[in-house]
């Protein structure tokens, strides 16, 4: 089981650094971005870049903090939606959803919570120093097929943008369980700006809408794009109708679950197909596109780069909106004929939001177990330029 987090005695905040010279960037170079080390050594700072984040300057921090309990729902226990504008908060983010089964704000002390940032996890970070975000992943069955475990941290961007390219790096624990399973990990979306952010489907506050998802069944695991439409719950569901030159049809809601084998073949720059490093075997993923592909063989035991670009469509139903996917730098997604916004009498949205994290759909193990393992994000960076080189 993962050590215990202590809920009290909490790191003090770091100490203030007064902002570098002009003409000094924070970050040298956009090699500098993307290999995620942060600098201060002179130079221009790459074209396009909203934010960043490590996470080693945050202060310690979990979402089961008690002074998070405000009243709010649920009662007697850290609020579900904790925002930096009412909370103790995550500096430079807007609110994290999270609402553990198994965590020692629920009385099980030897458990995570679902969402912590904390200096004691150094050895899960991507360079073995500092900090990184953890969520937390839970096994539990109600019987009525609930998702469990939310643990979603949001960035809200004000002034909103017609395209977005962000980059993240990805661990799984060693204990991650693979046989079956959906986990929500990442999102990009355009929200109205009322509240809740977190309220979704037809009607609610956000929308269109990409997310991102480890998904695993006897058929192996999947690359789980899902497209949601807009504006702001309107056109919410996302048909094969919406867009074009799929490599299989969108199910439920607008979901993409692409293996990565065959529905990858194609996707690389100039029409190639990636080449997916086979981590278990050697070689690379499409040297067998017959193959039911593992989690070990695609994440392994390391940290991997994910990244994704969205462009909005020019006009309502019109299907020029662009998704684009990376898994370590190799283009494995790329799809230019996409209505995110449908028919409509509203003004264009904008995507002004930035999550990571989610909900899983998980009970491979008994209630009674309270099993629980983790995922690690470290090294974000949000731009509006697709980085030089991976086109």
């Known amino acids: ?76 226990l850290p609020d579900r939606v904790q925002r930096a504008a009412t909370h103790t908060f995550i500096p430079g983010w807007y609110s994290c959803y999270q609402d553990p089964r198994f965590a020692p704000s629920m009385g099980y002390p030897n458990h995570r919570e679902t969402i912590s940032i904390l200096a004691a996890d150094s050895d899960k970070t991507r360079n073995g120093t500092g900090k990184c975000y953890v969520g937390s992943r839970d096994s539990y069955d109600d019987g009525n097929g609930t998702w469990n475990s939310d643990s979603s941290l949001m960035r809200h961007l004000p002034a909103g943008y017609d395209q977005l390219y962000v980059e993240f790096w990805l661990k799984f624990s060693p204990e991650w369980l693979t046989a079956s399973g959906r986990s929500k990990l990442f999102r990009i979306v355009a ?67 692409m293996n990565w084998t065959q529905d990858m073949v194609g996707m690389a720059p100039g029409g190639a197909t990636p080449q997916v490093p086979d981590k278990v075997n050697g070689g690379f993923i499409s040297d067998d596109l017959n193959q039911i592909v593992t989690h070990d063989q695609v994440f392994g035991s390391t940290y991997n780069k994910v990244a994704f670009f969205v462009k909005m469509n020019s006009a309502p139903d019109v299907k020029d909106g662009v998704c684009k996917q990376w898994f370590n730098d190799e283009r494995i997604f790329s799809n230019e004929q996409i209505a995110w916004v449908g028919p409509t009498s509203q003004p264009m949205p904008k995507w002004n939001d930035v999550a990571i994290g989610g909900n899983d759909f998980f009970s491979e193990r008994p209630n009674n177990e309270a099993y629980q393992d983790w995922y690690a994000i470290d090294d974000i960076v949000c731009s509006t330029d697709i980085p030089a080189g991976l086109e």
């Open 1 to 76: 089981m993962p050590a215990p987090i202590v809920l009290r005695n909490l790191s003090p905040a770091p100490k203030k650094v007064s902002s570098p010279p002009a003409g000094e960037p924070v970050i040298a170079t956009r090699e500098d971005l993307r290999d995620g080390s942060r600098g201060t050594a002179k130079g221009s700072v790459p074209q396009g870049v909203i934010f960043t984040e490590s996470f080693d300057d945050i202060p310690d921090w979990h979402s089961g903090l008690p002074e998070n309990d405000t009243g709010a729902s649920p009662a007697g």
């Open 191 to 257: 929200w109205n700006g009322e509240p809740s952010e977190y309220d979704y489907f037809g009607g609610g506050n956000g929308g269109p809408a990409l997310m991102w998802g480890w998904v695993a069944s006897q058929y192996g695991i999947r690359d789980n794009l899902s497209f949601r439409g807009g504006p702001y719950g309107e056109n919410y569901t996302m048909t094969d109708a919406d867009v074009s030159g799929l490599p299989r049809s969108l199910t439920g809601l607008g979901d993409l679950p």
